[in-house]
Every structure is written in structure tokens, then in C-alpha cells.
């Protein structure tokens, strides 16, 4: 399976939440059953400092989502993102991967 490319935004300081559709290779549903999902968003490559995503499988949908206490953390700016699957024998597969870009947040404290 080749990852899909999706570049996504983040509003600095607001709920993020995007659902993704996740199809097999016979364009159906993706049964997720004793699969687990995990992303992270990070200035590059090489950047050990990171934001982690909470992701959350059903079949054929996976949710990928970032409370406000966090997007208001992150300073504006490009990052790159990527979400993987994984079973209990440890294979893991790249589904999902792009740019997010963070906007600034106009009304705060």
C-alpha cells in the first residue's frame, strides 16, 4: 500500500479533527480489527521535538484529531505529518502523510 498524500491545516488554539477514509485494495472499507493507529507532526525529518495526534480506527474511517490546549502550544508555521498503522506482529504501513501548516490564532487571552 502507497501512502496518500493530504496536506492538512491546523488553526492555532482550536479543536482539530479531520476523518480520513481508509479503502483496501479493492477500493472497500479497511476491517481494522487488532489494528492501531498513531501520528505525529514534527518541523522535519531529523526534528526530535514533536506534537502527537490521537487516532481513533473504525472500519474504513480513521479519525485524527488534536485538542485546543495543544494546536495552542505549537508555534505557526510549516510542519510535516505522518499516520501509520500497525498490527500486534509489528508490520507496520504509512497510509496517510503531508504538510500541515499552522495559522495564527487572532482571539486569546
Given at each position: ?11 492555532q ?11 483496501n ?11 492501531e ?25 480513521l ?8 494546536t ?7 510542519y510535516?505529518y505522518?499516520?501509520?498503522i ?10 496517510i ?7 495564527g ?5
Open positions: 500500500m502507497v501512502s496518500t498524500k493530504q496536506d492538512i491545516i491546523i488553526e488554539g482550536a479543536t482539530y479533527h479531520t476523518d480520513f477514509a481508509l479503502l485494495s479493492n477500493n472497500e472499507p479497511l476491517l481494522v480489527a487488532g489494528l493507529a498513531q501520528s505525529q507532526m514534527r518541523r522535519d525529518f531529523e526534528s526530535v521535538a514533536h506534537f502527537d495526534f490521537t487516532c481513533t480506527l473504525t472500519n474504513g474511517n479519525s485524527h484529531d488534536m485538542p485546543a490546549a495543544l495552542r502550544t505549537i508555534e505557526l508555521g510549516r510535516l505522518d499516520i501509520e500497525s498490527n500486534d506482529q509489528d508490520n507496520v504501513i504509512r497510509v502523510e503531508g504538510v500541515v501548516t499552522v495559522m490564532e487572532i482571539s486569546h487571552d
